[in-house]
């Protein structure tokens, strides 16, 4: 069954990257591009399938985008755009349904798995979608057609992940069931030449992914980086790291959460879509640094993607 869900989160993997170019609003919309450019926010999806995982993460919000045409019964134009607009509205939050049931949650299991096990994770989706906000829309007369954005916040206490991870910590079934059967990583620590206090895992070589819970392995499998290792304050008000596109980006993001000198490893292999592994020698070395920086408790983490 794992080998199965491994391979759907695979495939989700490749669609998104495929797609994640066409993720655009209709140029006939300029006043909505407008809008996204001042808030300097990127849509993560559509009616159309595509998914921006990275983007989602990145600016810590889920925006979608949801078109309809005015429906030619209604003799004014005014009529057809009140309704175009509440179509594009409901056009959107169906997308985000469908959005949010592929999240990768932990390693090889997706919500859309979890949903069909627990009651629990099936209300956090249906309550999100009933209360997502819609932050803009837009008309275009010439076209006919409506077009609507619809927002969910990440974290923070009324984010999606934030409530997975309540979910998560409270139900003993489900914690049971999302958690790892490998053991810690334990070594004897070393000695570096220099203190760091924060890590960035360089995962542009790998198929790697966004996830609600991303973790990080030795070579042998044993766990150097999951839940276990954030407090959960951190984890519900910030998620277990910062996504980005680059190295500077990367530092950047983690200097905002007061990091001054991160340790930058890169990241070896992926042992799911949503695990890393790095090398032995490499392991040691972000082991023995965290024994002294404690940056994973505070999930001074940052993931870099292709």
Known sequence: MKTIISTVLLTLVLAMTANADTLQVDGAFTQTQKWLDEKNLTVTGGPNGARDD???????????????????????????????????????????????????????????????????????????????????????????????????????????????????????????????????????????????????????????????????????????????KVSQKVLVEQGCGEYTNSIDKAKAALAARGVKNPLVIKASGATTAADLQVTDDDAVTIYSANQKGNFMAAAKVAFVLK
């Open 54 to 228: 990275l983007s989602a993460f990145g600016q810590e919000a889920l925006l979608f985008y949801g078109e309809a045409v005015g429906n030619p019964d209604h003799r004014t134009v005014a009529q057809r755009e009140q309704m175009a607009k509440r179509a594009a509205v409901v056009t959107a939050q169906r997308a985000l349904v469908e959005y949010l049931e592929g999240f990768a949650m932990v390693g090889d299991t997706l919500v859309k798995d979890g949903m069909v096990q627990y009651d629990v994770i099936r209300s956090a989706v249906a309550g999100f979608v009933k209360g997502s906000q819609v932050v803009f829309q837009e008309y275009n007369m010439e076209k006919d057609t409506a077009i609507a954005l619809v927002k969910v916040s990440l974290h923070g206490p009324k984010g999606f992940a934030s409530s997975i991870y309540e979910k998560m910590s409270s139900d003993p079934k489900l914690k049971e069931t999302l958690k790892t059967d490998k053991k810690p990583f334990k070594i004897q620590v070393v000695k570096l030449d220099e203190a760091f206090d924060g890590l960035i895992i360089d995962a542009t070589e790998q198929n790697f992914r966004p996830a609600l819970i991303n973790r990080i392995f030795a070579t042998k499998g044993d766990v150097l980086y999951d839940p276990a």
